[in-house]
């Protein structure tokens, strides 16, 4: 029972962390247990992914697909204080152009916005509003199952990155403190456990779903090791920024890989 209750204070502390849900007094905080919260990163995307879906369910009843898929990424991005965007658009403000690897990370504790962060932004929301969109119109349903689950799986790949690679930045200089920057073995099993339960639960819901998330499942592998090794050649490691900007590369992979259709020329 006691270990059932500190895991529920490790989801409540990462809970804490990445959205602005208020949670209750008794959780309590210690810096050891950021490190281990990391297994329940994809358990808060789950329910990030929930609330924007049902944002979506709702507002189609109101509004055109296109509108309804713009109040679900409001509402996610609300609800999450745009703190993975903010990542992404670091991490392309830092990245994007050819510097050196102690520039780049002065780039990016730079809390303004530069030409490759707008334009990271701009076309990682539209490619997600667009894939969603196609979600739509082949599948309302699973419109709304992918959303949910790219939502929680994508979490998990920072906790792979927190595992594979070094923390790179200055942590007594980081923009996120405290920050997590070790995953056991454990951790990182727990919080894939929980990915694979997810998807699982949406393949029992409708199995004529299984062949788009198995390969939702294919796209979030190799997008996060396509992450890793892009990090580990320019950095040597990640930051903060990084392992939001992955849950952000990830997420776009896994709706992408769901909205795709493979007829000729998608006629």
Known sequence: ????????????????????????RWVGFEPAW???CARHFPLVGLLVGLAS????????????AAVAVGLAMAASIWLTGG???????DTCDGLGGAVSREKALTIMKDSRIGSYGAL??????GLKAAALLALLEQDWWLALAGLVWAQCASRAAPVW????????????????????????????????????????ALALIDPSWIPSLCLAAVAAGGATLLMQSWLERRLGGYTG???????QWVELAMLLALAARFTPLNG
């Open 161 to 200: 990155l927190i595992r594979a690679l070094p923390y790179a930045g200055d942590a007594e200089h980081a923009k996120a403190k405290p920050l997590a920057t070790q995953a056991s073995g454990r951790t990182l099993g727990i919080a894939l456990l929980w990915a694979l339960l997810a998807g699982l």
């Open 120 to 125: 990271g932004l701009i076309l990682m929301l």
């Open 241 to 247: 920024d990084n392992l939001g900007a992955t849950q």
């Open 53 to 64: 879906a049902a944002v979506l369910w709702g507002a189609l009843w109101f509004w055109p």
């Open 34 to 36: 950021l490190q281990h």
């Open 83 to 89: 703190f993975h965007e903010d990542g992404w658009a």
């Open 1 to 24: 029972m006691q270990a059932l209750v500190h895991e529920l204070r490790l989801f409540f502390v990462a809970l804490q962390f990445f959205t602005r849900v208020p949670v209750p």
